[in-house]
């Protein structure tokens, strides 16, 4: 088990930057998630921590080692693709041995085939596929080939395990099932890993820590818990969550103490501390599911007047889209309980407490904090 440091890791192709000056430590044993969307640089970052990428710039460290270039048999990473990339004329038992046999381990032959054997065993029953060990790839189901994909990373005792989205060729019952074995492997195991995924939820279910990357940079690094409640800019809020925060970018007016945003949202008065002047404008952000009756909310944060155009019944609950503004019609959608009785054409105010208002910078899309306020005028 290894600490991984990326410091200030750059990866140009030509003229263009694809992973751009990224830094990150990752402890020992750590579950960390790299998530964001198609193109922004998660294979190539993960590419670089296996050896496979060269690195352009910056410096990779497993524990105090640098590591840029060591080639990638030598980092003792253990890797899984989403294509399983499987020996197609092996049997199970062989894909998994494969990688121990080549490593050239010490001791006699007869003692090094019987631990190998063994080895092949042990993680044949971990990851239940012991009665497929002398079938062929194209013998077995997606689920049961991705476990020998995780079998045969798992079997070298990778100091980092890497992943790049395992998950994302199966359906989604079997998705389920192996991201419960991957975490309980996790639990088990404590082996250092990064992981790849653009699937939120996912990551947020796996992750001791989330890294949200867009074109190439990170944007944030928290708990999943912190990616969530406090993001820290306007793609983090509306990349997390399902559907993304409502972000509505609207002129602020303070009167007498009031705070309203446009011509339908009201703020509590403890949010004037983070506007600074009548007339600026603003990024209000409320998830679908922080919106509640007006009546049902002690402490609202956030009143707001909701026109909804569809509802959507979705079982456990239902779904409104609508608009919000009348002079800047802004889009809406809330998560409502499934006994709500608004319909399509309701004219609803609905309110959010005010923990679960978010507040950003119109120009930068960054997150406007009480913390920073309160060190801006200290
Ligand atoms: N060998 C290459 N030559 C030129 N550009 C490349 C190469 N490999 C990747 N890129 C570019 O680098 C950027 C990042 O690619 P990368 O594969 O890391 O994205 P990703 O975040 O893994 O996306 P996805 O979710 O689609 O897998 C993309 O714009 C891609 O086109
Ligand atoms: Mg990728």
Redesign the pocket.
Known sequence: MARVGIEKLV?T??E?T??DHVTLGIEEGEFVV?L????????????MIAGL?DITGGTLTFDDTVMNNVPPDRRNVGMVF?NYALYPHMTVAENLSFGLLSQRRPGRRRDVRREIRNLVSQTAELLEIEHVLDHRPKQLSGGQRQRVALGRALIRQPSVFLM??PLSNLDANLRDRVRMELARLHDRFQVTTVY???DQGEALTLADRVVV?NE?KICQVGTPAEVYDLPADTFVAHFIGTPGMNLWTLPCEHRAGEISLGDSVELSREFGLLLDASGERVTLGIRPEHFAPVDDVKHPGAVVTIRLELVEHLGSHLLGHGHVGEAEKQPVVVRLDASSPLRQGDIARLATPARSVHLFDAESGSRLDFRDRALATA
């Open positions: 990866k192709y030509g263009e694809v992973v790299l964001g969307p198609s193109g922004c640089g998660k294979t190539t970052t993960l590419r990428e989403q790049d989205e790849v995924t653009h990357m190439g």
